[in-house]
């Protein structure tokens, strides 16, 4: 557990004075999604690390950047709680503050929400040398504009993040997942007994003609809604962080990996297309994960919200919009921050 | 008033009968339900389509004039307090819900709709809407999205910004953003959450989508009276660190329970110090589990009396004593005080009894109906509004039980936003170059400053005055000294 704020400071400072642009790093484990410019120096906030504090009867824990998403899931665990939008490690080395800086979440997103639903306070530093919090320690709190929301998913560009205080849950009490084999069409209609009504599905994953689906809550009621699947095969719940961490097979190899964001009515789980060779589909159908050729761009029938090239794929240069340019040189006016970086 | 010739740029844009200049016709836009502070507004526009919205933005932009918005004006913090100079843009009119949507379990719907018509529109579907500020039967969503408003099912629900899934707003140069949508996630910066809770400051919303959830199969109710409030706050924090999130947990005090017991005789324990109201929802058997839990975590801290109620009247009949505690205030004392501090959990026993000491020395009753398992405090200071000293105390009181919320590591308001009511407390909540790193991002959006001036965030000059410090244009003495 260390403090590094002051060298973070410092080092913000004498960017500033120097005009000295940095890229800011947390480990690293997400480093293969950064878009900017890779000749900046870095800076790391991997040696901020560690519990500032911790009250399980509050549900919130804060802590410093640096620390590792496997050390917070660690000391979290012990009191029976998780950080719960699970956002991946990836090859272990994930840090709090690149999940916050990515808002990458796992599995769960459906039911659990995003890593900006559960954030509740930062503090950081902007691009005028300030060091300032935001937000607080507590679950309800609507004084002034939500910063450290906006914070979620803007990939460093508008400060150094220095702490963040996060809402916990319980850990489910119990956890019971199948696999199971059927159609694309199938699973849509399996899922959606589920999602009409309260339930304890909390993660749904298909490819390969295999549907995985992951229950959680009071053991009564996991055990009611796993009825239906008597017959078949009960997986080891290992399966959901693979998943998270990218670390099945179908994400082992080298082909342009896209990740497109679907309509929630979409309920996509596969199409007749032949574009779509190799896919995975989770998030109750909204979240496709797809391989092409060639980084060639993915074609499919319904209308995608978003889709980002993810890995092995040369990025294209977008541009910012009017507001988004506007927002980040309010935060950081002399864009010492991942210059190249366009949200 | 405003100037001739804006007058003239409203009229030439909008029907003649959405425009209300005379006197009689904006008295009753005057105040939003905060009514301490009213002004009469110098034009009110009832809009009757988004083209209104943005000829009233146009003209507002063009003459450099302040453009108040405001729904049903219900929100507590005078957040929709009128500015009278400026155009008060009233959206109550656009309330269509324009698609349920039972696939992505979404509605989209207009700002003026009400809070309770999303829930009943989804109905028919299974769905509900789940964010239940109190006024829901009244209050728009286009004022919950400004002030992400809460209620009783936060807790295990979340807020209005938990809930909100798109949004389509209008800026003061006239662009049109669409955030958000019906997919789990987007590129670019969150521009949705920023919306949320700007309090009429960044954009008009003229469009929101919303989650919907299925309507829970089960809902049970437990009430525990204890003897002790202190042990009452401890045993919320106990129901939560046992592993439960209920959909509600409410607390009312010995005044509280008294008046509402007055008022509607719905059988509470009248010689309890303190309730506790615990709302366990979801299916059968999640809610057979949870009751149990709960049950036993109120023994284990000494409940004198716990009813469950498991049909719908029963639930329904505990509820009543906690949504009237309210106009049962109304009957203590001629006026009440409604605050909004927000608290971590384990301090909710010493902080009720800070507020119980100042209530003495201000010689002012206060009682406390709130949202518990939220740490999200409601002091109802009651006093005379006709006397001028119990008028000044109640306000003096007021800012006390703010300033001890921040000092226990708490916020100055949860869920009612920070208005004109709180503004100056924003100058103990916040640093200035905080409070200067929002007017940056409120100059993202509106750089002459006319969407809702003179609310939610103060002026640099106004902290620093606060603060003892003379600030000359908005520049600070000396900018090179680290100060804070």
Redesign the interface.
Known sequence: MTNDSSQLQEAVNAALEQKQPLRITGDGSKSFLYTGDTTVPLLATSDHKGVIEYRPEELVITVRAGTKLSELREITAEHGQMWACDPPLFDGRGTVGGAISSGWCGPGRPWYGTVRDSLLGVEMINGYGDPLRFGGKVIKNVAGFDVSRVLAGSQGTLGVLLSASLKLLPVPEHTRSIATSVSSQESTSLISQYTKRTSTLSGTCYFDGMLYLRFTGVAAAVDHDMQAFEANEEIDPQFWQKLRDHTLPFFADDKALWRVSLSRSSLFHGEDSNELEEFLVEWNGCLLWCKTQNSKFPTISMKPHAIRGFRNIKHETSRSTKYAHRLKHAFDPHKIFNPGVVL | MISEFALTQLYAELPEHAILTDQYQKEPFESDAYTVKKELPGVVVLAESVGHVRSVLRVCNECDIPLVTRGAGTGLSGGARPHREGVLLVLSKLNSVLEV??????ATVEPGTTNLAISEAAKEH?LFYAPDPSSQIACSIGGNVA??A?GVH??KY??T??NV?GLTVL?IEG?E?VLG???????????L??M???EGM?GVVTEISVKL?????VRHVLLGGFDDVEIAGNCV??I??A???PGGLEMMDELAVRAAEEFAEVGYPKDAKAVLLCEL??????V???TDRVAEVMKAFDASVIELATDPEQCERLWLGRKVAFPAAGRMASDFYCMDG?????QIGPVLKAISNMSERYNLGVMNVF?AG???LHPLILYDASDKNQREGAEQFGAEILEHCIRV??????????GVE?IDQ?CS???L??I???H??????DVNRNMNPGK??PTLARCSELGGMHVHKGRIPFPELSRF
């Open positions: 949507d039972p696939l992505a379990c979404t299974g002030e992400n809460g936060c807790l979340g807020m910004l938990h899934v800026t662009d953003l949508g019906k997919s789990y996630d987007w590129q670019g910066y969150d521009f959450a920023l949320v809770g700007s960044l959830l299925p309507i829970p199969a924090a106990g939560i660190a592993g439960v999130i929802d979801g299916t059968e058997e999640e057979a589990s949870t927000s608290i971590p959990r384990y949202h939220d740490g999200n590591g708490g916020t100055i308001t949860g869920e009612h936003g920070v709180k924003m909540q916040f640093s170059p905080e200067e790193q929002f940056r991002i409120r100059n993202v959006f939610a965030i």
